[in-house]
């Protein structure tokens, strides 16, 4: 089966501070059919996640999928207190790249 990159297929993907000691992650879509054939392949999911962020999966947090906002969200635990001694992304807003290696099986 062929695959589509989450990037190709995301409106916005991003992550912040969500906490002294976490850091959320969002994929955000702008079409309804995309957002769900998206969620129903099954290919996001905190597994998946962990694995992006080479993380054990009990560091993945609060997955979900967002239905009325058509977005998916986790959380995850940061070894470091956010604005603490070697933090190096204060705000967490530099932490989403690793969601780019997501590939999503996709048929036209």
């Not at 190709?8 to 912040?16: D, Q």
């Not at 989403?96 to 099986?105: G, H, N, Q, R, T």
Request: proline residues 5%; aromatic residues 12%.
């Amino acid at each position: 089966m062929k695959t589509k990159n989450i990037c190709e297929l995301a409106r916005t993907i991003r992550s912040k501070n969500a906490g002294y000691f976490a850091v959320t992650m969002e994929i955000i879509f702008d079409d309804r059919e995309v957002y769900n054939k998206v969620k129903e392949s099954g290919a996001i999911t905190k597994e998946a996640i962990a694995k992006a962020y080479r993380v054990p999966v009990e560091k993945v947090e609060n997955f979900h999928f967002f239905d009325p906002g058509m977005g998916i969200k986790a959380n995850f635990l940061s070894d470091t207190a956010s604005g603490g001694p070697g933090e190096t992304d204060v705000y967490g807003c530099q932490q989403y790249a690793p969601l780019f290696s997501l590939e999503i099986p996709w048929e036209e």
